[in-house]
Each structure stands twice: as C-alpha cells, then as structure tokens.
C-alpha cells in the first residue's frame, strides 16, 4: 500500500531552525468534548503477518561534537479546576492460549567511551497540604502458575572497590 509522509522544511545554515510539526485536535467549550487524537499503526488478520509498529523519535544530533539529541515528551492535560490527566502505558494482551502479553522495558543505552550512561528516575510529586503520590512496584499473581518475581540489582564493576549500592530511605516526620 501507498506511504503518507508528513514533512517539515530543512533549515540550512548555522542559524536556521527546521519547520515544525504540529497536529492538533479540536478544543471545546461548555460541556461538549474536546476531540480525540490517534495515532495507530496498521493491523493485520493474516497468520503469518506482523501488525504495524508505532515509533515516536527525538530528533538524532549528528554532529561530532556538541550535538544533543531531541527529546520525546510525553505530556497529560493539565487542568485548573479539577484533576489533571493521567498517562498509562499498557502492553498488547494475548488472546492465544499458552502466548505472553507483551512486554514492557524502560532502559537507557550503553556509554560511549569514558560516558555515564542515562538514569532512570521514578518520582512522584511534592504536596504542600495534601499527600503526596505512592509508588507502587508490583508483580500480577497466578491462579496455576508461577507468580512474577521482583528483582532489585546493582551494577557491577571491575574497577577496584567501586560497586553499586541500593538503599531503601524512608522519609522522615518532622511534626
């Protein structure tokens, strides 16, 4: 089937910023709803076919030196009367008798040469009269097979006495 390409201009030169992109869904007032925005990838109902696959990219840095890549965002509506949007990222079930729902992986890269390589932070927000968020890490339970395990691991080195540390703070009351 035909691809569709959607396209902002180049920028030349070493002042220049290339054209954005912008796709936006129809806002709303009194108490109608504001439009929805999708962004799917193509099924298929062959057995041997693999559905489509969705990629959202920051922008690569191809400089030698200096260049930071883009960012992705991903951003809830905010809201100035009530509660603000949620984000929730779930894998494809399975109907399949005996297959896996999909995976879920949150990991950064490998170091180049001398490099840290990118943290991975969990954080919920502050509260100044309320609670503030929990954290919630769990595994699902099984009715005749194994449950999930939960494993906390630190990274190794070969460098000296240099290994990682996990610590486990609870927060202290000040009242």
């Not at 905010?78 to 949007?85: I, L, M, N, R, V």
Request: charged share 10%.
């Amino acid at each position: 089937a035909g691809n569709v390409t959607v396209a902002g201009g180049a920028a030349l030169g070493a002042a220049g910023t290339g054209g954005s992109i912008s796709l936006l869904a129809g806002n709303a007032e009194g108490g109608s709803a504001a439009g929805n925005a999708t962004l799917a990838a193509g099924a298929t109902s062959s057995d041997s076919g693999v559905a489509g696959t969705t990629r959202v990219l920051g922008g690569p840095s191809t400089g030698s030196s200096g260049g930071v890549g883009g960012a992705v965002l991903i951003d809830a509506g905010s809201s100035t009367g009530s509660d603000g949007g949620s984000v929730k990222i779930t894998s494809g079930a399975s109907r399949a008798t005996g297959s896996a729902s999909g995976a879920i992986e949150l990991a950064t890269p490998n170091a180049g040469q001398s490099g840290q390589s990118g943290a991975l932070r969990f954080a919920t927000g502050s509260a100044s009269s309320g609670g503030s968020g929990d954290v919630s890490i769990e595994t699902g339970d099984s009715s005749l097979g194994k449950a999930g395990s939960l494993s906390l691991v630190g990274g190794s080195t070969d460098f000296g006495p240099h290994g990682s540390s996990i610590m486990l703070k609870a927060g202290p009351n000040s009242a």
